[in-house]
């Protein structure tokens, strides 16, 4: 099957010059170079959106309940006389939580370098079907456009926690945020996990068929690893969030019983019975914690790329790596129980979990170990993508250090729920995830659009946004440890936490210190677009097969025939049998094309 | 706050503007290459930021570390809160030294080895050894840690009862507390939200003999060094009953009863006069006496213990608490026999 449609193409790419129409080839695109465009410009621009609201949050935690003319202008009656409404706080908890998940740094990430990369690196003329990639593109823009309609419906948007936990979430009575906003929540994340599920299941089959001549699964790189497990995690984890979704779809509107038992409301006793909400938290959470790293084996996968490349060095340890990948890949399905020590479930359960989610962080300690190890001895080309690679090894430690308190049962009991957790998240999945996407953009920039961002723009944004970030996150540890609960819309109400307030203050100038970094990557980006300057067809000097591809875009990828691999990707500053000098004379990099050389040594690849 | 809020806004959008000519103004030297590629220059410059981020970063740990762990909770009130901020100060003490020698490492490499033109790369891809090592002490440090955790936590989720328990029902509903005491025959009557009707707001069976002599409280008094189970009950949504200070939590599950038990070992009066406390209290009274909107009784906060909802429930979720009392037995009885049961609530 592969080999036909791979025949057809090679047909197809020698009558290339056929004219593509505008709607044809930038907006219902099937080449994947297009759609991963229109996924990274979408999940930027959600991002957009998803950061302003946690702006809007963080100026209520830091001065609570006092006017602001912003909410007015922005939150309309939700903001009356510039103070912020309890209902809209948890919204906006809520829907930011939702898109900076899912829709920025799961499509966003996922989508854009997935598709981009996937094709280019095996040596594919495209995705195994081009036709459902750009169904799913346009399932993930449908989603998008749903959710963010739902910011405007009268009784407010979701408003249950990005968790969406019922009661609270199936019942408008209990909370406005529940009545129409929910409805669409719930219906834009059934068409996202349709539009995840198409894209995670092209990449699984491109990945297994598609490879050129001489690329066996130990010769991918680390990237394409990382995108295929993901896709595979995906796979095997979003349906049970789409099961989850329609059980709670029913509960709300067809009378079901699945998560609700025993309820009086507002004067009256509900007819549901038999149902219970801890079911709801099973099913979420075994999505739940595999999201974590669908969001960051991606991330992950790139810093490896974007590491080895510019420390002129092989990954150290590659099968290790792969061996990390794929034990946090099968781990991470077993490990969704942590999120629950304190909901009642049985408490032998909650050893169970301890125990599995704590192996979690030997693999990840020793992806940390072999980042730092490539780093090592190597000839570092700071470049704004090695830098943001750095800068994610660097959050991924501090992130991840602390998830050994929070998978501890024990620990757990007096930190769940605290800002200590808000803390741990955002630094391991949430900034690295983000560092990896730009370190991702800044690195394929030239590969997407032809042209380089400003490096110098690349430096600032890169070290204001790492200043603001651990100045963020880093102090809110103490905060959570002090006791206090997230999703509060504000302190006010208990005097003991009166002391921890000027700490929210400096929390909230440090998130607008990182905010204001990101107009320069904003400008850089949108900027270099058009008056970039122009790219060569390998500016990093790297081997991958992406950078053997013309710089133009055409359907097809390459000319002529596909490349031909004889090695891995990762021989640069390789020495002859000799070590008088490189294996290619003045050169530090073979690209994976070029066929072995008499005077090298062959490794095991 | 408007105006100040709003000249900051101009003033950052000012220097947005002003920083990213000046950057421009800089990336385009009329001489040197703009391939927009790091040359040898930007390796070194950026190196070098690195080990000054990286002194950043430990300032900030130090500075936080410095002026933040006061705001850790006072020594735990229960019984097994000694254990859990134990094995808590160990956890963070091995994060902590990880997270230095790492960080260090990461930071310093960046600098020690960035690019100079002519310098060569080690190719060097695999070493087993080492990747072994630093397999085997995660396993090692992280097998400690389990098997302390796991012993910990049986201990607390299994806690002892004996005819001694004091049994207490929690009950949550949007968005407030409930206690109830299951009275002199020490046996709660059984409840479910069907029975609510008037002032029988627990929806408590009348009809159970073992009901009568319930107290129900808004207010959770705690006899000193007896242990406690609670049992939790929700009306409405899911909500998280939090005692910070005990080092205790438990989610309130609608349409289940979950449980906790545990022992309070300080009462409210030796807590309020420990030096912590003192301490804590005074700057909260600082904090408060420069607060206009404040009444004079605000301004002057004593400390009592806590219960509060620690799980999303609705837009009043951020107050939804209950005051704890932790007193010695005598008073605690005094306090129970001054209270109207069940049955004389619901005859009167």
Known sequence: MSAVSQAHVEDHSHDHHHEQTFIEKYIFSTDHKMIAKQYLITGLIMGFIGIAMSLLFRIQLAWPEKSFWIFEALLGRFGSDGVMDPGVY???VTIHGTIMVFFVLTAGLSGTFSNLLIPLQIGARDMASGFLNMVSYWLFFISSVIMLSSLFVESGPASAGWTVYPPLSALPEAISGSGMGMTLWLISMAIFIASSLLGSLNYIVTVLNLRTEGMSMTRLPLTVWAFFVTAIIGTVSFPVLLSAALLLIMDRSFGTSFFLSDIYIQGEVLSHQGGSPVLYEHLFWFLGHPEVYIVLLPALGITSEVIATNARKPIFGYRAMVASILAIAFLSTIVWGHHMFVSGMNPFLGSVFTFTTLLIAIPSAVKAFNYITTLWKGNLQMNPGMLFSIGLVSTFITGGLTGIILGDSTLDINVHDTYFVVAHFHLVMGISALYGLFAGVY?????MFGRMMNKNLGYVHFWI??????????PMHFIGMAGLPRRYYTNTA???????????VLITLFAFLTAFAQLFFIYNFIHSIFYGKKASQNPWRANTLEWTAPVEHIHGNWYGELPKVYRWSYDYSKMNKEETDYVIPGQDFIPQNVPLHDNEEELNH | MTVFLIIIVVA????????????????KPADADDSQIADNKDNNTQGKIMLAFMVFFYLLMAYSFWNYSKLYLPEAAAEHGADYDRLMFISIGIIMVVQVFTQALLHWFSYKYRGKKGQKALFYADNDKLEFIWTIIPVVVLAGLIIYGLFSWSEIMNPEETEDTLVVEIYAYQFDWRARYSGEDKTLGKANVRFIEGVNQLGVDESDPYAADDVIVNELHLPVNRSVLFKFRSQDVLHSAYFPHFRAQMNVVPGMVTEFGFTPTTTTKEIRNTDYMVDKVSTINDIRKEREDLDDEEKNYEFEYYLLCNKICGVSHYNMQMKIVVEEEEEFQEWLSEQQTFGELMNN
Do not use: C, M
Not at chain 1, 443 to 447: Q, S, T
Not at chain 1, 494 to 504: G, H, I, K, Q, R
């Open chain 1, 90 to 92: 948890l919204a906006l």
């Open chain 1, 443 to 447: 690195h394929w920039f030239p590969k």
């Open chain 1, 465 to 474: 946004t790492a200043v603001g970030a651990y100045g963020v996150f880093f």
């Open chain 1, 494 to 504: 208990f005097p003991y936490f009166d002391d921890l307030a000027d700490v929210n």
């Open chain 2, 12 to 27: 950052l959008l000012g220097v947005t503007f002003w920083q990213i000519s000046k950057i421009l103004e800089l990336s």
